[in-house]
């Protein structure tokens, strides 16, 4: 009887917890779906507002999702043959080198930002564009793509399995292809999940740096907010929760093969 | 089969980052089919040695390797056409058996039909066939060493190159395979080298074994050279049990005395110690014994035992006798050690010293 209660007390606050959590994100959503938020449910639910933040902000959602990929892409092409360098290169180096990597992750975002100002501002051209921004989500999220792939491959053996392939006949690039890549998928996979989500979200750094043609998706969260009714910006909150949310599932998932494998 | 070449070693020294010196310059001549072993502790140079012919690992400048005739010293491992199987099997884990098997045929470019074929021989060939949809990792280490070997050998490599394969594996195992490598070396002819620490592996293996200690080859020979004729005391002591008796001086008929009685041995007049195996000692009655001593202790083997008789000098020796009779500790034995089972390893070096200290 006694344990009875006590699950039940648990339960209980484990709960209130969760209410304490979830009941700000239900009532921001359920904010963008009623017709007026000052009268509440009574006044009916409706998706005008989304359409309306549709209209009024599409083109920064696409902006969001061509930079994630374009990061991406970027990421993997830097990320993984730098994760390889590491990997085979001396202690020291490799210590230092996976230090300085951080540091976009450790200094503001706003710090790094005013840096790249400062260095490139004055390319009038890359600093209207929207590759400006790139450079500043490759510069934040690399890291993350580095530490994912490297500590997958620190795992894998690959040395080892390189040797083999090699005594096979295999030249550098048939290896790296046929054995490094495949053999390190997991913490890839994990790396880019992670680099679309930050990039999504990012809002420090491309604050910063954006121009009133190259708002993203969270730049023009702040503007809706600043600017627009409550209901546009909690309508506009709930598209970038379906957009992360998926997301954010996959990274648990890619998270859980990755300790399978091991 | 391609045909077997020769593989040739010219002064051939490994120096690591820090200056140790890890094979001092060596000379190695491994005939055409031939299978040598690489034996030693660990830390002797063999897998360096492994590592420059397979091409690895580079000598310093000045070493030289030839595979038949070629000069391959320049040649990284992929050019080098050799098969190599290593310890902890290297294993593809993103691909099934076939396709770790056919991986090199790949790499080869040979025609679909002709990798088919040669798959399913050599699937056949370490006892595989239906495995070929497997994942790796659902693979026993005994099966996975299989595939390694038939990964290896699929590309009909000019030389085959063991890491340690077996030293993976739980005992019985280790066994079987060792005998299916065996017939497996034998039926491709092949030129192979083959590293381990283990000296059943080697005697088992091996053409000629090339015994090494600290960066050099101690003595090359045949198994029974290497075991009957060893050439330094660190040889007779790797390989199998051996006791080491002092000489404590000469009969008037020549006899050398030592703790516990006397050997007759006309051919190792001068020597400070003799040399011999523990399953070259008989079990004589006290009375006709060369040596006397007392059984200290018996470790059952199964098939024999082995007897630790202590005879009064500093190590007691070790004898080997039949396993079902009994010998109380405390016991009292007589031992016989026939002139021809002992020996010195190096009887010439060992005289001049005796010298020396009667000299001195």
Known sequence: MKSR?????QLGFTLLVCLFMVVPIAMSVMA?????????????????????????????????????????????????????????SRRRW????????LLPVAVPGLATALALLLAYGSYREFRGSWLFILVGHVLFTLPFMVRAVLSVMQTAKLPQLEEAAASLG???WQRFFAVVVPNCMSGILAGALMVVTLSIGEFNITWMLHTPLTKTLPVGLADSYASMRLEIGSAYTLIFLLMVVPLLVAIQWAGRLTEQRR | MSSSVSITLNQCSRTFTGGNMALKPLDL????????????????????????????????????VLFGERDVTALPIEKRDVGMVFQNYALFPNMSVADNIAYGLKIQRLPRAEIAQRLDDVMRMVDLQGFGERRIDALSGGQKQRVALARAIAVRPKVLL???????LDAK???????????????????????THDQDEAMALGDRIAVMQAGRIAQLGTPQEIYHQPANAFVADFIGAVNCLEVLGTQPDGGLVVHGGALAAAHLQGVSSVYCRPEDIQVVPVGQADVRGKVVQSIFLGQTQRLLVDTGGTTPLQIEAPS?????????????????????????????????????
């Open chain 1, 32 to 88: 963008g779906l009623t017709e007026n938020y000052f009268i509440g449910l009574k006044s009916g639910l409706t998706l005008r507002w989304v359409h309306e933040v549709w209209q009024l902000y599409s083109d920064t959602i696409w902006l969001s999702i061509k930079l994630a990929l374009a990061c991406l892409l970027i990421t993997i092409l830097i990320g993984v043959p730098a994760a390889y360098g590491l990997l085979r």
């Open chain 2, 162 to 168: 063991f890491d340690e394969p077996l030293a993976a």
């Open chain 2, 173 to 195: 195992l280790r066994d079987r395979l060792r005998i299916e490598i065996g017939q497996l070396l034998r039926e491709l002819g092949t030129t192979a080298v083959y590293v």
């Open chain 1, 170 to 172: 295999a030249s550098f």
């Open chain 1, 5 to 9: 209660l006590r699950f039940m007390m």
């Open chain 2, 324 to 360: 079902r009779q009994r010998w109380p500790n405390g016991t009292a034995i007589g031992l016989r050690l026939p002139a021809q089972v002992l020996f010195h390893p190096e009887p010439a070096k060992a005289a001049v010293n005796a010298k020396e200290v009667a000299n001195g």
């Open chain 1, 94 to 101: 490799a210590n230092a080198i996976e230090e300085l990597l």
């Open chain 2, 29 to 64: 001549q491994v005939n055409a089919g031939e299978t040598l072993v690489l034996l030693g502790p660990s830390g002797c140079g063999k897998t360096t040695t492994l590592r420059i012919i397979s091409g690895l690992e580079s000598p310093d400048i000045g070493g030289q």
